[in-house]
């Protein structure tokens, strides 16, 4: 069936003069920099009524807006990449989309249709499409968002939610491989809690621990379970790998407590085409500690929308380092970042359909 806000017609209001003159992309910092436009449209009462996209800017907020109190507040993060004959190319929208509509659900929001979603996108990057850079290592990331409206002071369900899209160009997120550290004193999600969802409190909760983890001299945090911190949960912005003895291990969505990443899931889906043993199971730090410390890892690696692939040179726990080997370029964390960024360019042939050009 089609989805009949797919063929929808958003008003628009343009710029009178684009800031892209003004773009430094040699300097440019991951988020720091926004396109001319951006797309909003509204939820009223059972409703999405207003689409527009118009030029980028503050919106104006009630002091009571529930969001703000409450925390109603979910996101998504996706690239546009410009393939080798200058073509803009998205990787896994729809994914994406059905990953939003799930937070959606999981924080009692309105999910927002699919055609709406992929429609609001397509418009704006087509309109905004010279903000798409053509140099190799940089793309436009995508950040469709949607948060409570209604102007009251109370914990129920909001009846108004806007839901909107802004665009920046940005460079590659992680330069190099980094070092994490598994703590034991925070917790980032337990099992029935939003672990699962791209909730805005989730990153908000993990901004002191990894204030914490940078001062000691670490990357990332390494998030153990809320049971036991244990088993290994994920890194920071990115989903964790280890490759043990030849065979990848990644840690199981099972309870809930984990983002299902759309990198992760394309690198397992690779990993199974390439005939690569790959484990989805409980993984705690002490048999990771176990398997450094017998020489049995051969290189461990994150993956997210920002990263790609990630390298991890090295672990800390319990006040300890351990070492990890860097894989080279004939290492699976290697030929993974090469198809997935060629995949991603739309420049390389896959057989999955992962990736669709700017209509």
Not at 224 to 232: A, E, F, I
Not at 246 to 274: A, C, M, N
Request: charged fraction near 20%; glycine fraction near 8%.
């Amino acid at each position: 069936m089609t989805d009949i806000h797919s063929n929808i017609t958003i008003p628009t209001t343009k710029v009178k003069e684009s800031s892209l003159t003004q773009l430094d992309l040699a300097n440019i910092k991951f988020g720091h920099a926004f396109t001319d436009h951006m797309f909003v449209v509204d939820y009223d009462n059972g409703e999405w009524i207003n689409p527009q996209i118009r030029p980028f800017g503050p919106i104006q907020m009630h002091p009571a807006t529930s969001s703000i109190h409450y925390g109603q507040s979910i996101f998504e993060g996706m690239k546009a990449h410009r393939n080798n004959e200058g073509e803009i190319v998205f990787f896994r929208m729809n994914d994406h989309a059905a990953r939003f509509c799930y937070s959606a659900k999981r924080m009692a929001m309105p999910e927002i249709p699919k055609g709406l979603f992929r429609k609001g996108i397509m418009e704006l990057v087509k309109l905004d499409q010279a903000w798409v850079p053509q140099e190799k290592g940089y793309s436009l990331y995508i950040r469709p968002y949607m948060f409570a409206t209604d102007e009251f002071i109370g914990i129920r369900r909001s009846s108004h939610y806007k839901f909107m899209v802004i665009l920046s160009p940005v460079a590659g997120y992680y330069s190099g491989a980094v070092e994490v550290y598994a703590s034991t004193k925070y917790t980032r999600a337990a099992p029935g809690g939003t672990g699962m969802a791209k909730v805005a409190g989730n990153y908000a909760a993990a901004i002191l621990p990894a204030e914490e983890i940078k001062d000691n001299g670490y990357d990332q945090i390494l998030w153990l379970d809320g049971r036991n911190h244990t088993n290994l949960q994920e890194i920071g912005t990115m989903n964790v790998f280890a490759v043990i003895n030849g065979e990848v291990h990644t840690p199981s969505l099972f309870e809930g407590t984990i983002l299902p990443g759309i990198t992760r899931d394309s690198v397992i889906q690779l990993l199974k085409k390439w005939d690569i043993p790959v484990h989805e199971r409980e993984i705690s730090i002490h048999e990771l500690i176990e398997a450094q410390q017998k020489g049995h890892i051969d290189e461990m690696f994150g993956s997210g929308t920002a990263a790609t692939i990630s390298p991890i040179k090295g672990f800390g726990y319990d006040d300890r380092h351990y070492e990890v080997t860097l894989g080279d370029d004939n290492s699976i964390s290697a030929k993974l970042k090469k198809i997935l960024q060629e995949i991603k360019q739309g420049n390389a042939t896959e057989s999955f359909g992962w990736v669709e050009k700017l209509a």
